[in-house]
């Protein structure tokens, strides 16, 4: 169960974000979750949107470089020490990035975790106890 | 070949030939242009100083600024009735320089381009899409008649309104490709995106007006599936014709019955011996409209005399490194921005186009790279983002020993260019 996220590559400029969220604005794009990671010239824009597929080809129409991936989703309850545990109960596996969401719909709290074997991730999130959202359920949060 | 039997000239009646007519132009000089025989009397030469072609060494170079002085028609050696064409330079830098040409000159200029064509596989069966802009710069017309009077077809395109490109291109079979390099760059991207290539008859490219690397020459290659060939000319010796590549594609054949070329230092001006790089020095020698004597060229080449392959005895000068006016000079480094381009082009992920800006910082010049990142898939992660950063800094660094800025920016935002590009952004 995975669920599939959007990059975004974003000039380190005056307005370049404006830019990506103007065409996600247009098409009517729903963010259901969205993080920012920079570096001195230029940063990533990652999100998680109802229809990627759809999002994409928008992006690709106006020549910005932007792809689609699959990321592991994990529920866990909004307390101090909850992203700790999940971390701790992956360690061994490395993770590229890392980012968490809140919604209005439940207590719950939400991370987007990008590994490379996200199979791999799941089973050991799961036999620990953690549970996996899909697609489906960020979508109808 | 379209002329074999002066293409395949045996070197001594190469020279015998150069000889003949470097004394008929000298005279021509002498008796019918008064400007430019003012400038060699007030270098201290005379009529009498010329017995023979091996005494041009003692005669001073003609070089951009003695256009800009005798702007526009002084360095003419024939009044303006006998002038049927003029064309002239871009001019970036103030006036262009004016070429002029009167029947017989425009005779030759055919015949040159012919030969160039033929070189690179043309035959009148082609249907020849000129891309060059049709105007002052000799490139349009110059080609467009050659191929003329081949017995081509041409397509006048010129340059400009790439979809429509594409679809004559398409929809009238073009087998053939007359553009600057930059511009078939940007079309041959079109052509990709709009996945047409297999619907394109294109076979061979014709690229000149500017120097290449070998790398873009691949990219183009790959991306219309076409033999890309180079050629060469500048418009103060005439325009594109003086020199251009064979199917063999090792290095552009002179026409040596109408140029005597040499290479220089551009430091001391002093001749290099035969495979030397240095600034390639042009003296025509059929010209009526404008003769001259050593025309600095500014580009940067080598010759061999060697014959080649294909049987042409001609001299063959390398793809011009740069224009000396283009180098850049870096922390005391002189830098072309075509090794530039050459590290770039075959770097993943990243596109063709790229801007080189120039700044300095206190006391120390700095040298931004700017390429656009075109592949997403690299996205995921900062780490491989990092190392095409890296890749091509240390790749420039292995070549011209210097550490460069490299910064990936987003598609699209580097200029395009429908004739000649300008890669450099010099802001000290």
Known sequence: ?141 | MWQPEIETMPRESIRALQEERFLRTWNHIWDRAPAQRGLLQAAGIGRGDVKSLSDIVKLPFTDKKAFADNYPFGLFAVPQEEVIRLHGTSGTTGKPAMGGYTAGDMAVWKDLIARVCAAAGVTKRDLAQVSFGYGLFTGGFGLHQGLEHMGVCVLPMSAGQTEKQLMMMRDMGATVLVSTPSYALYLSEAVREHGIKDQLKLRVGLFGGEGHTPEMAAQIEENLGITATSNYGLCELTGPGVSGECLFREGMHIAEDHFYTEIIDPETGAVLPEGETGELVVTPLTREALPLIRYRTKDITRVTYERCRCGRTHVRMDPTLGRSDDMLIIRGVNVFPSQIESVLIRQEHIGPHYLLVVRREGVTDTLEVQVELIDGSVLESFGMLEKIKHTIQSRIKDILGLTVKVTLVAPQTIERFMGKARRVKDER
Do not use: W
């Open chain 1, 1 to 141: 169960m995975v669920i599939e996220q959007i990059s975004v590559f974003v000039e380190n400029k005056q307005g370049a974000l404006s830019e990506v969220l103007e065409v996600l604005a247009e098409g009517k794009i729903d963010l259901r979750a969205i993080s920012i990671a920079d570096t001195s010239d230029f940063g990533i824009l990652r999100m998680i949107v109802p229809d990627p597929d759809k999002t994409l080809a928008l992006l690709k129409a106006k020549g910005i470089t932007a792809s689609k991936t699959e990321v592991t989703g994990c529920k866990l309850p909004d307390e101090p020490g909850a992203l700790y545990r999940v971390l701790k109960t992956l360690e061994g596996i490395s993770v590229e990035y890392i980012y968490a969401f809140l919604t209005r719909r439940d207590e719950d709290a939400y991370v987007i975790i990008r590994v490379e074997d996200n199979e791999r991730a799941q089973e050991v999130l799961r036999a620990a106890g953690h549970t996996i959202i899909g697609s489906e359920d960020v979508y109808s949060l």
